[in-house]
């Protein structure tokens, strides 16, 4: 079977390309006779990366005789369907799945968070490619309510936790060398707090109680603290800013969805913006805070059972009051949140296993 993926791939958003790399760690585990092909903002980059067969999204031609030769083509993960951020972001991929239903190639919406729709044209275009789809899978219920209310589609839905809760920690040494070379080597007694934070409207007094933070664990507990950008052109400036102020070290050279993980599996804390970030720490079971600059970090903080701010309601005393209840663990938390990452991880599975029904039923 020949496969095609398409999502926002190739663009270094590490969120994203969890979600890839979950995938493809599936489909080689359950599908190792598929011939897969990424369609990649940097084909070069992504084939380095997974060593996966990649193409240009951005090639009309390219596109077109991907969609045709494929046997199924899968759309996901992540926010693709709004028009919030951009409305030609939505139109672009509402096209591919209108050129796969010109061409007659079967496909796949998975683990997507669709909506808002704000134009009535979107939302018809959205409606028409959804209700032809071999399968859907959203990432949440306000995903689910939108088809539902506003695009009238009844068909049957599976709704689960991000997939990327299912990404295994890579092996090796790579964890502890990459926080090695950002100050935070792994010694006995002293923890280590990760701290992911993205340049964000009203990111400030979030910014500065990190300074803090990273200032009074270095001071009370001996804490090293590490800044791990998830984006590196959005991210990066930021960290370098704290890092210069506190002395924290930056996470740097090139880290795999999977490295991230096993970065995130060595740490003792996580304070972050990024919802991947969490994410990770939720499937590793390591104690970690959320601020919630989306609703969609607040929701998956609420699922996850995690302590959590909104962004305009941070500051110093009430993040510490937060990372002290994580990293203390509160009377049996951390034994808890080790019970909330099997529960989630085996309710992420549902993205797969109708994925997997699609592929069996396009295969016989």
Request: charged share 20%; hydrophobic share 50%.
């Amino acid at each position: 079977m020949r496969i095609l993926i398409s999502g926002y791939y190739g663009f270094g958003n590490i969120g994203d390309e969890a979600i890839l790399a979950a995938l493809l760690d599936h489909l080689r585990t359950a599908h190792p006779a598929a011939r897969v092909c990424v369609l990649s903002g940097d084909p070069a980059a992504t084939t380095a990366a997974y060593d996966v067969e990649a193409a240009q999204r951005w090639s009309l031609g390219t596109v077109t005789r991907r969609v045709l030769r494929a046997d199924l083509l899968i759309q996901g993960g992540g926010g693709l369907l709004q028009d919030t951020t951009s409305a030609r972001s939505a139109a672009y991929y509402m096209g591919i799945l209108r050129l796969a239903r010109l061409m007659r190639t079967p496909y796949a919406v998975f683990a997507q968070g669709i909506g808002p729709l704000t134009r009535p044209q979107l939302r018809q275009r959205a409606r028409a490619s959804l209700v032809r789809a071999a399968s859907i899978t959203l990432r949440d219920d306000e995903s689910a309510a939108f088809l539902r209310d506003i695009l009238r589609l009844a068909r049957p839905i599976a709704v689960a936790p991000d997939p990327a809760l299912c990404l295994k920690p890579s092996g090796g040494d790579v964890a502890e060398r990459l926080l090695a070379n950002a100050g935070a080597p792994k010694t006995e007694g002293i923890p280590r707090i990760g701290i992911t934070l993205r340049d964000w409207l009203g990111v400030e007094p979030a910014a500065e109680a990190a300074v803090a933070l990273i200032r009074r664990a270095a001071e009370e507990w001996g804490a090293r603290s590490v800044l791990i950008p998830f984006q590196l052109a959005a991210d990066m400036a930021l960290c370098e800013r704290i890092a210069g102020e506190t002395g924290a070290g930056v996470l740097r050279g090139e880290a795999s969805p999977a490295d991230l993980v096993a970065v995130t599996a060595s740490l003792d804390l996580v304070v972050a913006m990024r919802l991947h970030a969490l994410i990770f720490a939720a499937s590793q079971a390591v104690p970690a805070v959320g601020l919630s600059y989306d609703p969609k970090v607040a929701a998956f903080c609420k699922l996850a059972g995690l302590p959590c701010l909104e962004l305009g309601e941070v500051n110093a005393a009430r993040l510490w009051e937060r990372a002290v209840f994580a990293f203390r663990g509160n009377g049996g938390f951390r034994e808890a949140y080790s019970a909330t990452a099997e529960r989630l991880k085996r309710a992420a599975m549902a993205h797969f296993e109708a994925l997997d029904g699609a592929i069996e039923r396009i295969g016989r």
